[in-house]
């Protein structure tokens, strides 16, 4: 099974989180599981985002199922 976030990826996610410093030296242990949990919603949230412009610029129509 390959990797759904590159490293990088979740890194600037947790910069732009405002969590970033904990894990600059690549150790995840001291980041919570509310910052993880954050880090999963705006990871989906940017995720719908990417796949609704590309929806859009292909012509189709994107409905989000709630």
Excluded: C
Excluded at 19 to 41: L, Y
């Amino acid at each position: 099974m390959g990797k759904v976030m590159s490293e990088e990826s979740k890194y600037k996610l947790a910069h732009d989180l405002g969590f970033g410093e904990k894990v600059e030296d690549h150790d995840w242990s001291d980041v919570t599981t509310g910052e993880v949990g954050s880090m999963v919603r705006e990871a989906i949230k940017r995720g719908e985002q990417v796949m609704a412009e590309e929806a859009k610029a292909n012509g189709e129509i994107h409905q989000n199922a709630k």
